[in-house]
């Protein structure tokens, strides 16, 4: 499953041309369509590959020693994932 933000392909449906009549019915039904579609409740997270607490012992994968785990996967991630502060998204 793919994640799309809605706002940005009711505006890409809004915007396509319209060539015959017929392309305005299928505009309005695809617009339609999306416009009605369930919203996905989704928050992004930060793969441990891009985490600040890598390799610290605020890891959240560090064992109850406050151990690192050294074979942490780089594509998992936990709630308590931060990215560092130069980066946005």
Known sequence: ??????????????????????????????????????????????RCKDCVYLGCVQCALANEYNQYRPGVDPDWFCAKGRRPKHETD
């Open 1 to 46: 499953m793919s994640l799309i933000e809605k706002d940005e392909a009711l505006k890409r449906v809004e915007d396509a041309p319209v060539l015959s009549p017929m392309s305005l019915i299928t505009k309005s039904s695809i617009y339609a369509d999306i416009k009605t579609m369930p919203d996905v409740d989704a928050v992004p997270v930060v």
